[in-house]
């Protein structure tokens, strides 16, 4: 049995927040950790986590409850278009 070709890895150009009721879009490129660059951008001081339940039931973080906005965080490795 052969070994499937190693992939290269991908460089990580930041996040893209995504607003689940909205789908309001905020580019996140900057240095620092998503959720501080998501509350600068919104102009808050907090959020609180957001968790959805995987197939076998285990609560996963996936992204954060701001400014009454659902915000879902996703990690980026390939940009096209524009970032705000």
């Known amino acids: 049995m052969t070994k499937p070709a190693q992939t290269k890895a ?3 150009l930041g996040y ?3 607003d689940e ?3 309001e879009r905020l580019a996140l490129t900057g240095a620092e950790h998503p959720r501080k660059q998501l509350l600068t ?3 808050r001081k907090h959020a609180e986590k957001m968790y959805c339940d995987t197939t076998s039931g ?3 973080h996936i ?3 701001a400014n009454g906005q659902w915000f879902r965080i996703y990690e980026v ?3 096209q278009g524009t970032s705000d």
């Open 21 to 23: 009721r909205t789908g």
């Open 63 to 65: 992204g954060y409850i």
């Open 41 to 43: 951008k919104l102009g």
């Open 16 to 18: 893209l927040a995504i």
């Open 77 to 79: 490795h390939d940009w």
């Open 10 to 12: 991908k460089m990580k």
């Open 58 to 60: 285990d609560p996963k």
